[in-house]
């Protein structure tokens, strides 16, 4: 007997195990581990995927398979074991794991269909039988005429036959028709001369398949003769053309031609940082590194040519960079050393483009992906190198479920390949970097910029002193002094905001009344443009109010400053300048970031003005001139980390001053310049910001001294979700030990959020055996309450963001 052991797709903790099927005998060759099926569960037909294959069971009667939903497996074996676990460190169900592994196409109830990628007469009676004379046919007809799935296998195999993805996707285009003969030249010959003589635009199609038999793209066939598509059919519906399928990529940087680069010679640091990699990827060896280099320091030269290290070995690599560091000029890098053989795997793409990218690592036609957080997971299956840059990122934690750090993922699967992952950074986290220092990590560095450029001249600015000596601008007297200066010289300059710390709020002069969503704990946000208001936590938007709900006073005005009015202001203030401004507003439409970013590059505009989408990896030759509007934005969140961040966004955004021949210099704004993130960033002084707060983290319990696990609960009542989380708390305090620390109930830092009440529980424990066990028990017992009463429990064993 033929079973398949099958995680089902019912997100439940009864559900999340193996359940053995049947295979029956169609599907024996087929059904394969990592493959998904169709699987009847209880009274319903449900997804599943093959983890295993066996020939014993014990469970009495059999249900057999019902369907298959893949020729080829979208798992691979090694993933399967990632799979696992993912879900028991995370606890996540084992179906989400897997899910998350997937091209959002591969989730979603899209359109499968079959392309015949061969010509009509090359192929079996059987296809031909199937196909009928079309190239392209609705999935299920395989097994509505009852094809044998082995056979549909085969032809993929073969590259005659493909599955594809119906994705309507407006932008781009995946596949083009091309046109050829349905018949011989001698029968062609006799067409033409039966056709009346009248169809003068038809003969001239023939005409030209007489003379040039080859099939020919419909799109080029049209232009070269100025031809219809109409007209073609009709030759199609005759049986004289036919038409077929050939897939295009939709990779929008294929699009692009990218100049070769090759490999610089290293420089000694340089030599001495990559030796120990190449000597693990030589030794099949897993290590974890921490290479720790100012910018421009030489780190991406580095992974290029540890890389190139993997290839020669017939090995493969990940290039894991944060989304907004995914940059054109980023990719370029890549695609410039390694050409074709990179895919890249980006959030801006559509669900289409990604899926096509993903498909080439299956495929085994790219050899290095760069991408996102979720690029972790490529199918790759004999890894020579992941590498994770500015690995400090929070956006290589997941924050939605399941709740993954894509740094843990990695040395995951360095382990199972045998090979080593390199962590990149300027500015490590705490973590990264206390595990170097006890030597878990193997430390490498990088202490100088390229051409010996120094790292740029901070001057700190005490906005306080700005506003006593009568300056009521946003921007300080040297600051402005500075923008002129570049202004004159013809040089450039970019100015960073933190978005969060600029948002805009509606107050009332009068009463102090500050318009708030009203399903969430949060003021509302004024957008110019549209002259709204908007909740960033959910749709909610209103339009700005004439006067005070509360009062009826007309002096209701917006207050804080966004990105806009900061332009404006500075438009204002230098109104020669030529200002590009990057924020979420100005990037929306696809392709516009690139734009922007290009358009800066070739001197089209004098100062580029955004939020954090332009601190990382912009690397410009004419900007010499940074300036930070408020560096102490981010100081005042609340999160343990937030000196940290504010240390790593100040260094990475010094960083994109004087890169090349002119020597930079960076302008800091700040109400508290003396904290000591902003004085320590000033200096670009890592190891006494590291030691300094370690023990900052030391004294109040945080992390890396102290584990954190993070207990969310949420429901629409307010009562009942303060009484959840106040028994969680107790069960904890009774089950954990007692060395461990566990805070709360508090409420959250965002009480409510979408008419949801949110409270929380943390726990902060050195050494805890048994929290995994607790944690599944606790989600076991409020199970019930979740799946029915609308009760959410999130817990976060790697808590990135307290809010
Ligand atoms: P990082 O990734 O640390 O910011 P990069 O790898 O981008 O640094 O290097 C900074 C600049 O120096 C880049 O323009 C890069 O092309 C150049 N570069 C890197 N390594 C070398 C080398 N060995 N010789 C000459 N130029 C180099
Ligand atoms: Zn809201
Ligand atoms: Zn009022």
């Known amino acids: 007997m033929n079973i398949a052991r099958v995680i089902v797709d019912v997100p439940s903790s009864q559900t999340n195990r193996l359940f053995d099927y049947l295979i029956p005998e169609e599907l024996q060759s087929v059904v394969t581990v990592g493959v998904r099926v169709i699987v009847p569960f209880g009274p319903r037909k449900v997804m599943g995927f093959v983890l295993e294959k066996t020939t014993e069971t014990n469970v009495h009667k059999l249900k057999p398979i019902q369907d298959v939903m893949d020729i080829t497996p979208v798992i691979t074996s090694e993933l399967v074991e990632v799979g696992k676990w993912l879900s028991d460190t995370t606890l996540c169900f084992y179906v989400s794991a897997y899910q998350a592994m997937l091209p959002q196409v591969l989730k979603a109830k899209y359109d499968k269909e079959l392309c015949l990628l061969a010509e009509h007469d090359s192929i079996s009676y059987e ?47 995946k596949r083009e028709t091309y046109i050829s003969p349905a018949i011989e030249s001698q029968r062609l010959d006799e067409m033409y001369v039966d056709l ?111 890389i190139q290290h993997v290839l020669e070995k017939g090995k493969e690599a990940i290039v894991l960079v944060p989304e907004i560091a995914l940059t054109p000029q980023m990719v370029e890098r ?67 479920y399941p709740r993954y750090h894509a740094r843990d993922v990695a040395i995951y699967r360095g382990k199972y390949h045998q090979c080593p992952v390199v962590l990149g950074s300027a500015t490590p986290t705490l973590e990264s970097f206390a595990r170097a220092k006890k030597e878990v990590y ?21 906005m306080r002193e700005e506003l006593h000596a009568g300056n009521r601008s946003m921007f300080s007297r040297v600051l402005h002094e500075k923008l002129l200066d570049r202004l004159q010289k013809g040089e450039q300059s970019v100015l960073f905001l933190n978005r969060r710390g600029y948002s805009t709020f509606v107050m009332c002069r009068d009463c102090g009344h500050v318009i708030e969503c009203p399903h969430c704990d949060i003021a509302l946000t004024y957008h110019r443009n549209t002259e709204r208001l908007k909740c960033h936590y959910c749709s909610y938007e209103e339009a700005m109010p004439h006067e005070c709900p509360e009062c009826e006073s007309d002096s209701i005005r917006y207050f804080g400053t966004g990105t806009q009015k900061v332009e404006e202001s500075l438009q204002q203030l230098m109104p020669e300048a030529r200002i590009i401004r990057m924020d979420v507003d100005t990037t929306r439409r696809k392709g516009s970031h690139e734009r922007l970013l290009t358009k800066f590059g070739n001197h089209g505009a004098d100062i580029l003005l955004g939020t954090q989408m332009i601190a990382k990896g912009l690397d410009f030759a004419k900007v010499t001139l940074v300036g930070v509007l408020a560096a102490d934005s981010l100081l005042h969140l609340p999160d343990f980390r937030s000196a940290e961040k504010t240390f790593q966004l100040l ?84 089950q954990l030990s007692s060395q461990s620390v566990i805070l709360g109930p508090t409420p959250s830092p965002l009480t409510r959020i979408k008419d949801r009440y949110r409270y929380q529980c943390v726990i902060k424990y050195k050494n805890e055996p048994t929290l995994y066990k607790v944690m599944k028990r606790i989600l076991q017992l409020y199970e019930e309450a979740m799946q029915k009463n609308d009760l959410h429990i999130t817990i976060d064993f790697q808590p990135h963001q307290m809010m």
Do not use: C
Request: proline share 4%; hydrophobic share 35%; no cysteine.
């Open 334 to 400: 890549f695609k410039g050393r390694f050409g074709s053989r990179v895919a890249v795997l980006h959030s801006a793409l559509s669900a289409g483009e990604k899926y096509d990218e993903w498909r080439k690592v299956l495929r085994k036609e790219v050899q290095v992906v760069v991408g996102a957080r979720s690029a972790i997971f490529a199918p790759f299956e004999n890894l020579g190198i992941i590498i994770i840059d500015e690995e400090h990122e929070s956006s290589y934690k997941q924050e939605d």
């Open 127 to 173: 296809l031909q039988h199937l196909f009928a004379g079309r190239g392209i046919i609705p999935y299920e007809e395989i097994k509505q005429r009852n094809v044998a799935y082995s056979v549909i296998q085969k032809g993929v195999r073969e590259g005659i036959l493909e599955v594809q993805y119906n994705v309507q996707s407006k932008e781009t285009k």
């Open 651 to 734: 260094t990475q955004v010094s960083g994109r001053a004087g890169r090349h021949k002119l020597p930079g210099e960076v302008v800091i704004q700040s109400y508290t310049p003396e904290h000591y993130s902003i004085d320590l960033a000033s200096q670009y002084d890592y190891d006494s910001f590291f030691h300094k707060e370690m023990s900052v983290r030391k004294m109040f319990q945080y992390p890396p001294y102290y584990f954190l696990t993070l207990v969310t609960v949420s429901h629409p009542n307010h009562l009942y979700t303060m009484d959840v989380t106040q028994k969680i708390s107790q069960l904890l305090r009774e």
């Open 196 to 306: 009346p003589k009248q169809a003068t635009k038809q003969k001239r199609i023939l005409a030209h398949f007489l003379h040039n038999p080859a099939e020919i793209r419909q799109k080029e066939l049209l232009h070269q003769l100025s031809t219809t598509r109409a007209l073609i059919k009709t030759l199609i519906d005759k049986g004289i053309l036919k038409e077929t399928y050939r897939e295009v990529y939709r990779d929008p940087y294929n699009q692009r031609e990218y100049k070769q680069t090759t490999p610089f010679p290293l420089t000694e640091e340089q030599t001495n940082a990559i030796e120990p990699i190449h000597y693990a990827i030589h030794m099949n060896q897993h290590e974890t590194f921490l290479l720790h280099g100012v910018t421009g320091s030489g780190k991406t030269e580095v992974y290029l040519q540890s």
């Open 442 to 462: 193997t430390l490498l560095s990088l202490t100088k910029r390229m051409n010996d450029a120094s790292m740029p001249e901070v001057e700190r600015i005490d």
